[in-house]
């Protein structure tokens, strides 16, 4: 953020003491606020990614651009970063491009914006929003495509612009980013929603400065930061230990029929500070699932992980950063180096939450949960119906959450904060589809003394030619299990034509075409199990089988036995889990579902039919930059 910005108001802006009182009446009437944001958005937007699905990320920022209440932090310093210009009363800031802002937004669909907030002349606070638009232009409808290459291909990115200056619409910059894309009515809406939300929090803050005072505010969104800070240290101390914690996992295939690829992670503590270090992951790869890694952002993900994990009773903001230290190896998956395509990073943008669990949990194996963030896979359907018109769906759906070590994974649920599903009928009313089977598949869900969630399984039936695309992961690794608990099933997807003929489909594929009458099953993956299976409460197991959770078959890997009328067999369980015990031996802390990658790859092939992916190929250059030697010119 320009200095000059920050210093001239915090000179005129005072610190001084605020009672708890006034402490808390201010921090809550920023969370309704922030809530107000999303309110006014879901409300105003057209598409379905934002209005129903919640595809966006709101929040309030002090002077200095840190989060005091929202859901994702970082995004107002890496953007002032990448922006040299003034910053005036009634300006609006917009980018879309993750390399000008140091991968504070990760891929060209979020459309970042940022309002400075004033009160007399003077910076008081800032709002920040960004949602994913379902098309910025490119090479598939959705802008998300498998193949890319580079960023360029991926649809129109703009730089930190002032969208409105003084107040007023830059309407040739608007014009162009709408011109340039498929929807172009949708991304207007919007974008108007947003610059409506952060309007909207711009009016409570105001608000609130003039009930308080402006240095009052100022000050009680430090003590609120503070505060997150002091309870942070103390969580660090408590969970984070000294000795050096190593973690890898593997994102199954680049969409190119290569992979897997290695995201590697050291944690350890010096002192107060936590120290991440991704060392040892693999250099960049050709095609577009690179992640950008903002360090701030992955801060933001590891302190909300521990928080939820640790002491749910903490308020969540920026205050704690210092905290911790990031270290990302230049020209690797997760700082790629320009123009490497970023726009399916999605597969390991979730994959990072799995390597968090995997290093928090070591210190703390009674805190640890399994796999199953895992991915967040995409599904778009497109083309003209019968009268000539574009249709365009961009959707997320969801796999099963991980064991943990106080209760049972959700089934077919979202790690997101605040997302949700599209709803069947909304995606029957607007697209030409029918939604035959909407279920969570049995079995799916890791055993454990705490079961994980079953995957969904999703019947798309496509009643107008077009076509599809599809981006998903975890088809060729399992979602682990921990501390006795065995994993999750994998994902697959299946398409049957109308012929009846079936095709397995690739986790990542565009332009696959489709015909009326043709269905897709959409199979996610299950969460990993949490504790000993042989653990888990046989009435609890019983249950599940009721439920249509677990077979009567499935019971079996909990070594729980059940007569034909479905009661408990109380005898044959508790021999079998005699026998099972013996059979096994110690649990592990870690169950991968495989000892090697070439066996996992040729069980595959068994399981499957479809051919695994080959040895990942790097570019030179990005080996080189892993490696620490650098690459002239090639700079993010």
Known sequence: MPATIVQRNKKRLKKVKVDTVSIDIIESALRNARFEMDTVL??????????????????????????VVGQFGSFIWGFMEGYDGTIEEGDIFLTNDPYSVGGSISHANDWLMLMPIYRAGRLIAWSAMFGHMTDVGGKVPGSLPTDARTIYEEGVTVPPVKIYKKGLLNDDVLKIMLHNCRLPHWNL???????????????????????FGDDVFYSAMN??????????????????????????????????NMGPYKIACTMWRE????????????????????????????????????????????????????LMEVRIPAGTLLKPLKPAALSCRTHALGRIFDILGGL?????????????????PHFMYSGHDKNGDWYQLYQITFGGIPGKPFGDGPDGHSLWPSFTNVPNEFLESYFPLRIDIYETIPDTGGPGKNRGGNGLRIGYRFLEPGEISIHDDRWLTYPWGVNGGLPGARSK????????????????????????????????????????????????????????????????????VLKSNGSLDAAATVALRKQMAT??????????????????????????????????????????????????????
Not at 528 to 538: K, S, T, V
Request: net charge negative; proline share 4%; charged share 30%.
């Open 42 to 67: 879901f409300r105003t937007a057209m598409s379905p990614g934002i209005r129903e699905q919640h595809d966006e990320f709101p929040m309030i920022a002090n002077v200095e651009g840190k989060m």
């Open 189 to 211: 809406s919007d974008f108007n929603a947003i610059t409506a939300a952060l309007r909207t929090a711009a009016t409570r803050c105001i608000e609130i400065s003039e009930r």
């Open 223 to 256: 003590e609120m930061l503070e505060r997150n800070k002091r309870a942070m240290r103390e969580l660090i101390r408590r969970t984070v230990p000294e000795k050096r914690q190593y973690f890898e996992d593997y994102i199954c295939d680049d969409g190119l």
């Open 271 to 322: 002192g107060d500070k936590c120290i991440f270090d991704f060392d040892g992951t693999d250099p960049q790869s050709i095609s577009s699932i690179n992640f950008l890694l903002n360090e701030e952002m992955f801060k933001m993900f590891a302190g909300v992980y521990m928080i939820m994990v640790f002491d749910p009773q903490i308020l969540f903001n920026d205050g704690f950063y210092d």
């Open 360 to 376: 928090l949990g070591q210190g703390n194996p009674q805190f640890m949960c399994a796999a199953g963030f895992s991915d967040s």
């Open 493 to 560: 997807k299946t398409l049957v034509r109308n012929d009846g003929s079936q095709e397995l489909l690739h986790s990542k594929l565009d332009h696959i075409k489709v015909e009326a009458g043709d269905l897709l099953l959409s199979d996610t993956w299950g969460g990993g199990g949490c504790g000993d299976p042989l653990e888990r409460d046989a009435e609890k197991v019983r249950f599940d089988v009721d439920a249509g959770l677990v077979s009567a078959q499935g019971a079996r890997r909990y070594g729980v």
């Open 583 to 636: 059979d096994r031996g110690a649990v592990k802390l870690f169950d991968r579902g495989f000892d090697s990658i070439e066996e996992l790859k040729s069980r595959c092939f068994v399981e499957t039919g479809l051919q695994p992916p080959t040895q990942p190929q790097f570019t030179k250059w990005a080996q080189k930059a892993a490696r620490g030697k650098g690459v002239k010119g090639r700079a993010a």
